[in-house]
């Protein structure tokens, strides 16, 4: 079974920086497109950041210039490097993967739990 764990959110004063790390597990082939999400309270769940296995990345306009993303193949881990935070920043921040199980098998996306980003002072 694949399994996404997200972890490193907390809260951060306004302006402020953190890093959310998110790690793939089970049997996996390969992973295709790694990223982030987010839904804000009372507010629908949007592409925060994509990255695929080749280094090309996607970045939604609010957070371009403030938001890196990033990940080790390896490990299977995509990270969210978040600096100067905004209280609008504040949702919960879903990750999600593309992968393939078994060669010759369809790319299936897979999601992880959230985890919460609160900024504020």
């Known amino acids: 079974q694949v399994q996404l764990v997200e972890s490193g959110g907390g809260l951060v004063q306004p302006g402020g920086s953190l890093r959310l790390s998110c790690a793939v597990s089970?049997?996996?082939?390969?992973?295709?497109?790694m990223g982030w999400y987010r839904q804000a309270p009372g507010k629908q769940c949007e592409l925060v950041a994509v990255i695929t296995s080749g280094g090309s990345t996607n970045y939604a306009d609010s957070v371009k210039g403030r938001f890196i993303i990033s990940r080790d193949n390896a490990k299977n881990t995509v990270y969210l490097q978040m600096n100067s935070l905004k209280p609008e920043d504040t949702a919960v921040y879903y990750c999600n993967a593309e992968v393939a199980v078994v060669p010759d098998t369809p790319w299936m996306d897979y999601w992880g739990k959230g985890t919460l980003v609160t900024v504020s002072s």
């Open positions: 089970g049997s996996i082939f390969s992973i295709y497109v």
